[in-house]
Every structure is written in C-alpha cells, then in structure tokens.
DNA sequence: TCAAAAGTGTTATCCTTACACCCATGT
DNA sequence: ACATGGGTGTAAGGATAACACTTTTGA
C-alpha cells in the first residue's frame, strides 16, 4: 500500500473548448499535423515544474497556443485506457489524458478568433444523433438502430460480467420501446457504438464489427485518439450542468434575448423546449434582468435585451435551468 | 498543439472504499507506515504495462493488497495539484493520483474484513460536522462558524479572482442565513476550511491561518498528502448518486429490512428521512421485492425481508432513491 | 394587411411533504 | 398490558406541462 514503485507516464491536457455561433455549438479542433485528414481535441502536456494545477496548467497552453479567452473550466474524466488512443508516433511512454471542459464566447475573441475561426466546428458533426431539434434525426432509423439490434442478437448471453445485456442498453441508451430518449446520455450511446464496433474508432482500435467491414456507413465524423469519446463526455457535462448550474452565460454575450438563450440552450441540449415555460423558469428563477434596450434584429416585433444578473450566484444555491419538456 | 514533448509523471490510483456496518458509513484506511499516526487511503500504483485501464489496475491492486471484493467502481476526480499532496519521501519525481470511489458489502468480506477490520473507519471521524443525523452537530455551531467568520471578515475585498465573496461562499457551502443545508456539498465545505487555514493539511501545506496557531482546535481527524479532500469527493459523490442511481444496493447485503436501507441512506446521506416517503419511494420504484421472510431482530414487530430487484435496471432508467425532506 | 416573432394568462396533473394512526411481536 | 419498532391512508401544497391567445414591428 505504501511506497511501491511507479511507472512514469506522460500526462497530457485535453480539451473540450465550447462555443455556441449561429444556434450551434462549435469545438475547437485542431487539423491533423500528419495526415491533415482527421480532427481532434487541442491538447497541451502538463508539466509540474511550471504550472501548479492541471486548471493553470491548461489555461497557459490554451492562451499560449490559441490566443482565446476561455472563462469557465472543468475537469471531466481522466483517460488512460492503452488501445483506445494509441498515437502513431508512440515512443513507448505511455500516455494518458486528463480531460477538460471549457467555455467560452465568440463575442469575446472577436481578434483571436477570426484567424481560429475555421478551427471551431459544429459539434453535432461528430454527434449527429444527438442533434433532435429538427425531428429524431433519420441517421437513428437508418444505419444506427438496425445495426444495434443485430449487434444485440449476435451476442444474446456471451458477456456475463456486463451487468445489462445489449438490448437492454441499447434501449435505455437510444430510447427505444418505452424508454425515453435521454439528451444527457451522450457517451453511453458513443460508447455503445464503440461497442459495437459501429464507428471508425473502434474498427481503428482492432476491434470487431458485427457486420462486414465495408457496409458500416461513417457514423458521425471521426476524430484521432479517444478524442470523440472526450467530446462525448463534454457534451453530457454541458448537457447535464445547464440544469442546475448558470453556466449557459459563459456562451452568451453581455446582451441577449430570451429567444438568443432559448436558442443556446436548445441547441446544447439537442431539442426544442417550450417557450412559456422556459420563459418562466428564467424569470422565476431572476436570473436576468431587462436592460431596457431592445432589439430588433430577428424581423418581427423587438425583442427586449437581457443581461445575466451576476449576483444570482450570491442567493440561489442552484441557479440552473431545468428546462423541462420538449416543444 | 501537437508533440510537444511531456514530463514524466508518477500516476497513482488512491481508492476511497466504502462500507457500512452498524449504520455508520465506513472507509478503509491504511495506516501511517512511517509515523503510524495519520491515517490514509490505500493507494497503489498504476502500471500501464500490467493493466489495460485504471479500473482493472484498481481492482488489481485492492484484491492483492486487501483481499476484499469490491463491486461498484467509479472515477472520482484527478488530483495534481503541487503543494497538496507532498509526499514527505518525494523523490523529486511528480505524482499525481487519480481518485477512485469504491463500494463494498460487509457481509461480502466476512473472512478478508475479520483481519482488515481495524482497517475501516466511520467515515465522520474525519468529518464530523457532516453528520445531521443527531441534530445540527455542535462543532459547527462552536469552533466551526465563529472562525469562518472571522475568516470572512479578514479578507473582505481581497481576492478579485474569486467570483464570490467569502461570507457568501461560507454561507452557501455552510447554510448560514438562508441557505438551506445541502448535504452533498461535502467537497466544497471542505475546500473552504482548507482554504481558511482551519483543516490541519493545510497548514501542513504551509497556507496561513486567520487565527493564531495554537488556537485552532482540529477540526476532524486530519489524513495524509490530499486524502482527505479525495473522501470529502467521494462522499459528495456517493451522496448525490444515491438519488440518481440505485448504488445503495452495493452497500447491502442480500437480504434486508426497509428499515435497514433506510438506515443505510441516512448513514451516508448524514440526515433524517421521512419513513412513510422513503417506503413509498421505495415501493414505486420497484426496486425491492419482498424474499417472504421477515426478521424479528430489532424487538418490536418482525421486520419483511426484502431482496433489492436486479432488474429494475433494465426497467427504468433512473432508478434511484430521491429521498426528499426531513424527518 | 399580413407575416413573423415577441410576449402573456390559465388550467390540469403529478409529485413532494407532512400529518396521524393502526399492527404484530417480546417481555 | 405495554413498549418497541413495523407498516399504512390521505390530504395540502407546490412544481410541471400543456393549453391558446394578444402584441408589436417590418414588408
């Protein structure tokens, strides 16, 4: 229990950077220096000797690197599984990734991220299935549920220690018969796919589909490493947080409409929320308060402007959004 | 953004093993090898070469050193920060340690734990103002809040990095004025303390203190490096998946009362439930069924036997205990 | 005058919380 | 019989989800 011995590894920085533009959420992503084909995740190393905490640590690499101002930050979940993220150039060190999600807006960088701008992505790229604003996308119907079901049958009772068997956690993961569909549960249905070996990664990895290589259609884009799987765990932070904590103002410029938040919400979350009620839900819960402006920029009548009221933080204890039902 | 070259780093797998025995939440904990007094989590190391993830490495570990079979297992946090952890044989060498939660029957163990027993200790030794079940505990209201506020008041307008004040931090995280007490802020009560300089690690640490020395009583038994902060996570955490997830179960042996799962929640969760509430969330739950037995172990009328339902899981998707108010 | 989006009032329903009372056993 | 804990029915209040309608602008 005490002073065994420990095998040196090297610790890298990865992170989700978050920004909403145009009703979409965008990642930043950074070009493949090799092949220049896939994206991924920027990431920094993490050196003791010149940052105190990973957070400093990740600030000064992502400041350094990318001249943008990231506000909230957060640990997610440290990655260290070997086979999942194998770099082409592995020297044999072993490596692993403490994730991290941050925020930011793209009012703030308005300088730096002109010439970043083509690094910021929309994130449902990678995720199409999760995007339900616009109806169950068709990607579901199409390749996904089929090609889980036969995934399901093709293993009915061969891995006792899962706790579920696969058809048990494909329906709870994608909704389907009777479960309802869970916008937070985004890297249980990744790494239900991973699985499967439904998408690029895991074929990458070595492991093995249930269908013949060739006929597997891309299923959202790929990324490098376990980058999409970091993604993945983001986008359920970020989907789950909005709920009770304020964080939907780190994405939001200093003035908004209610539509504006509305919009930024829903389209983090993946689905459309009822007007009056997530109406209520802001004003009941005073986290805004009317800067007397308006504005009229959207064709229809004008709308008021909002500012968030920093010092909600100081009374409520959970100021979130807990945005109930679709629209 | 690419290879930038890393730093070798020491990465440590440190596990808070819980159990509950007697209605008190117990953890495992090592005993100090050098000094024999401050007691810490068994931690062991991770070796990427043996073990394929830090799940599989932890178990390892835990099953070779302790001989006690854990079930649930669950990332906690990745702890790095430099000056919290110093480790008195540091060779020079950075170590980090990724925080484990894990949750183990008692009756599960007979045999290993007969030996390890001395090894599990009631978790509100080392925090014993978390423990509600008995009213308000009197530590807060005499050593606790006095010095909190002095600690407010000393730093008024100080550190702008901070988005809140610290009399409204203090508030928030110890429900003074308005706030209700939240239980699962654990972490965040503890952070506080370290912060004002009132936990022993701290200054251990070498962080000042807003009162002299020698007068500040220990507040809950102090632990070695940052263990203490990683059980104050790992009792947030389990607290707040206790609502979500029916972890409980992890804790219980095969057969039980429904007032044993109550005592067991209240154990961990550090308050009163409401009896009748708590049998019918239970009950709507379905998460339990009755084995047809009853035990007449407690005195008064023979308690029903209950066997927690191993299917709800694929039933419901969120099958957890939301227990409610106060009793 | 019509389209387009902003903004409001009200009701049915469920879930949470709390009350108070009855039941079965051992001494 | 009485102490001890097991076990239940029911009502008040609040939060949630959904309903449909009015208002203000630009074209």
């Known amino acids: 229990m005490a002073d065994t011995h420990l095998t040196p590894i090297e610790v890298g920085l990865t ?14 992503v950074a070009a493949d220096p090799k092949s220049g084909t896939r994206a991924g995740l920027p990431f920094g190393p993490f050196d003791p000797l010149s940052h105190r905490t990973f957070e400093i640590g990740l600030r ?3 400041a350094a690197q990318t001249a943008i101002n990231v506000g909230y930050v957060e ?21 692993i990734s403490v994730g991290y999600l941050a925020l930011t807006r793209m ?12 690094g910021f992505e929309p994130w449902y790229r990678f995720f199409p299935w999760e995007d339900w604003r616009d109806g169950r996308p068709g990607i579901l119907d199409q390749p996904i549920v089929p090609l889980l079901e036969r995934w399901a049958k093709s293993g009915k ?14 329906r709870h993961c994608f909704g389907i018969g009777g479960s309802p569909w869970d916008e937070e549960k985004v890297l249980d249905r990744y790494e239900l796919l991973y699985e ?14 249930t269908v013949p290589r060739g006929k597997i259609p891309p299923l959202g884009e790929a990324m490098r490493f376990d980058h999409r799987r970091i993604l993945a765990t983001a986008i359920a932070r970020l989907r789950a947080k909005l709920k009770y904590r304020p964080v939907v103002f780190e994405l939001m410029p200093d003035e908004f409409t209610l539509t504006d938040l509305q919009r930024t919400v829903e389209a983090i979350s993946g689905r459309h929320l ?11 819960a005073a986290l805004v308060e009317p800067t007397g402006e308006t504005s009229t920029a959207t064709g229809g009548r ?14 409520r204890p959970a100021p979130g959004l807990r945005l109930g039902g679709r629209s």
């Open 15 to 28: 992170a989700a950077i978050v920004a909403v533009e145009a009703e979409e959420p965008r990642i930043l």
């Open 75 to 95: 640990q997610l979940y440290t990655f260290g599984d070997r086979g999942r993220h194998a770099r082409p150039d592995d020297t044999g060190m072993h490596m």
């Open 302 to 315: 004008p709308a008021a402007l909002f500012r968030f009221r920093r010092d909600v933080v100081q009374e």
């Open 60 to 62: 000064n690499w992502v």
């Open 274 to 284: 009822h007007k009056q009620n997530f109406r209520r839900l802001v004003e009941t």
């Open 107 to 118: 009012s703030d960088n308005a300088a730096a991220l002109r010439e970043a701008h083509a």
């Open 196 to 209: 499967a070996g439904l998408v690029e990664e895991a074929r990458r990895d070595g492991r093995e589909a």
């Open 157 to 170: 009772s061969s891995e006792p220690p899962r706790p579920l068997g696969r058809s048990e956690r494909m």
